[in-house]
């Protein structure tokens, strides 16, 4: 999408279609809504009066100017109420908006600034939300189909401010916006391709050109070469797998030993059928998104690449199938991880702590400073958090910064203990640990096995985002399906790295 900013009055704005808000409670429109009732002779104020527009969240109304405007039409979205007020109801807003715009037919779309003017809000950071909430709610998923594909695109934006002053603040938070859009949308298309297309090999193909296009260094490798390194515990999951597992490692500013270091540790399972613990086959089509945290790495790593962001960055992402053939690993086997610490596999099904095992303990190659997996891990997590949060564990420091950027971009995470006696969970009688702890607290016991693989005590964190990967309701900014969950959240986080 063509993204600008232009400096003038919203209601001087020759445009296919102009954006306005109005707050929840509001009887006389002021700044620039009330300019654009003012010139449309109190339409809004007729609407409101009539009780036909209250300014409630995301509810909007269209109308025509018929020459009283150089607009075409002028899309009204309520804001809610002021108090409630945050970058995300603008973000909900501006999607809210830009929906309407392309049902309506609308090609380029002229809006204000949610939250620029009297929502408070911090011009860039307004600009940078506005931004992600439009094209994340534009976002359709339709490469795959062949029939009824939608005819209706909004290809362009334009931001209107009347102070010039701030135009170039808004300029600069556009172009964050658009990057971690972007980023999310790789990361929504990766999710919602099904595993006979998403395959480790076809995760590999993208974080290539994603290196192509941004200058990322990437590397890519395969399974004899993981063999040799003795990432044994990755190989395990892949056994079973008709398709060839790989390591992804995709690194930004590559060799900058005078940048601090982070590594991000994304989990690729490109399908799940839980290997020789079978799933239930109920709903199995979901585990094409048993890689949702690959693809926020992969999304992410393509983000900081744009940005580009004053660090060394890693994306590390283990891919391969979990898949049940004779080759397939079984419950009671005992496999040697990277970092040499033997695993008992109780529950096949608990396969992606044993790629990130091996994944998080590569990552000391680099010598980060910082380490952050992410993957749809355990259903715990839905149980525990529900639809809202992710769960976050790990270094205090590293929780704390996940969870200010969680806030920011509402891809929220609520931190879960690390104490001791999980691990009493994970005691095997036959290797140094299991790779389960049962049901009692499943998702911390499966952090505490992660946390056991990483080197050197480097500060780490694991991100568990199961059940959020996907969604079957749509929201503002967020269609049905893929979700993108993580790949806004680690991108804020590297971008306040110095805060």
């Not at 010139?39 to 209250?54: M, N, S």
């Not at 398709?243 to 690194?251: G, S, Y």
């Not at 702890?437 to 056991?452: C, D, M, V, W």
Request: glycine share 12%; charged share 20%.
């Amino acid at each position: 999408m063509l993204i600008d900013v232009t400096v003038g009055a919203i209601q001087d704005q020759a445009a296919q279609a102009i954006v306005v808000n109005l707050f929840e409670g509001v009887t006389e429109p002021g700044g620039a809504t009330g300019a654009v009732d003012a010139a449309l002779g109190g339409q809004i104020r007729a609407l409101i009066a009539g009780g036909d527009f209250r300014g409630k969240r995301n509810e909007v109304a269209v109308l025509y100017p018929h020459d009283a405007l150089p607009a075409q039409r002028v899309i009204l979205v309520g804001l809610g109420k002021a108090e409630k007020f945050s970058l995300d109801v603008a973000r909900q807003a501006a999607g809210t908006a830009a929906a309407k715009a392309r049902d309506l037919g609308v090609t380029h779309l002229h809006t204000i600034v949610h939250g620029a003017g009297i929502g408070g809000c911090d011009p860039e950071q307004a600009a940078q939300a506005l931004v992600e909430g439009t094209l994340l709610a534009l976002y359709r998923f339709e490469e795959l189909k062949t029939q009824d594909l939608a005819d209706r695109h909004l290809d362009a934006l334009t931001l209107v401010e009347f102070d010039a002053e701030r135009a170039d603040a808004l300029q600069t938070g556009a172009r964050v916006g658009q990057a971690m859009a972007e980023g999310a949308m790789v990361a929504r298309n990766l999710v919602n391709r099904p595993a006979n297309v998403a395959t480790p090999y076809h995760l590999a193909q993208q974080a290539e050109k994603i290196a192509a296009e941004t200058g990322l260094d990437v590397q890519i490798i395969e399974e004899d070469e993981l063999e040799e390194m003795g990432m044994h515990s990755f190989l395990s999951v892949s056994h079973g797998g008709g398709e060839p597992p790989c390591l992804i490692v995709l690194e930004h500013n590559a060799g900058r030993k005078d940048l601090p270091t982070v590594a991000l540790v994304g989990k690729g399972i490109t399908f799940d059928t839980g290997g020789i613990s079978l799933k239930p086959s109920a709903k199995m089509e979901l585990m094409k998104g048993d890689m949702g945290g690959a693809a926020a790495v992969i999304g992410a790593m393509q983000a900081v690449a744009q940005l580009e962001l004053p660090l060394h960055v890693v994306g590390i992402v283990p891919a391969t199938e979990n898949m049940p053939d004779a080759h397939a690993t079984k419950p009671g086997d005992v496999v040697f991880s990277l970092k040499g610490i033997t695993i008992e596999i109780i529950n096949t099904d608990a396969e992606g702590r044993l790629i990130l095992a091996d994944g998080i303990t590569y990552a000391d190659t680099f010598a980060p400073d910082a380490i952050i997996d992410i993957a749809t891990l355990t259903g715990g997590r839905v149980v525990a958090l529900g639809a809202h949060a992710a769960a976050v564990m790990g270094d205090a420091g590293l929780v704390a910064r996940l969870q200010a950027a969680g806030e920011a971009t509402r891809e929220r995470v609520w931190e879960l203990p690390l104490f001791e006696e999980y691990g009493e969970q994970l005691k095997s009688q036959v290797a140094d640990v299991k790779n389960v702890g049962g049901r009692e607290g499943s998702s911390i016991t499966a952090g505490f096995f992660l946390s056991k693989f990483v080197c050197n005590d480097t500060p780490w964190c694991h991100i568990d985002i199961a059940g959020l990967d996907q969604s079957d309701k749509a929201a503002p900014y967020a269609p049905k399906g893929a979700t993108g969950y993580g790949a806004r959240l680690l991108v804020e986080t590297l971008r306040r790295w110095d805060a």
